[in-house]
Nanobody
Framework: QLQLVESGGGLVQPGGSLRLSCAAS????????IGWFRQAPGKEREGVSY????????NYAYFVKGRFTISRDNAKNTVYLQMNSLKPEDTAVYYC???????????????????WGQGTQVTVSS
């Protein structure tokens, strides 16, 4: 059974950092592109970042560029999202998603991904 599990969320003060992990089980992530998404209460899910299957290509939403870094360790079957300089507006449930074909100009679209994790809550507050 293909499963993605996010971890690493929590409560952090503005300006702080968190590292989210997206671990796969039941399949190898080597051939899958990964997207990170987030959804705040009352808002639509939005694409945050993307990494290609081999890791050579990455993308970031404008509102996290320069603060977040996506990476992957295929040997550990895990993708990471390092989040620095966190702001209260980063508060949301963060999801990772996988798909063999996702990428290009549609990397940020939820419907480009077939497999989703259950999400991890990130709260940025003083």
């Amino acid at each position: 059974q293909l499963q993605l599990v996010e971890s690493g969320g929590g409560l952090v003060q503005p300006g702080g950092s968190l590292r989210l992990s997206c671990a796969a089980s039941g399949f190898t992530l080597d051939y899958y592109a990964i997207g990170w998404f987030r959804q705040a209460p009352g808002k639509e899910r939005e694409g945050v970042s993307y990494i290609s299957s081999g890791g050579a290509s990455t993308n970031y939403a404008y509102f996290v560029k320069g603060r977040f870094t996506i990476s992957r360790d295929n040997a550990k079957n895990t993708v990471y999202l390092q989040m620095n300089s966190l702001k209260p507006e980063d508060t949301a449930v963060y999801y990772c998603a996988a798909d063999r074909l996702a990428g290009g100009s549609s990397w940020y679209r939820s419907n480009a991904y077939d497999y989703w994790g259950q999400g991890t809550q990130v709260t940025v507050s003083s």
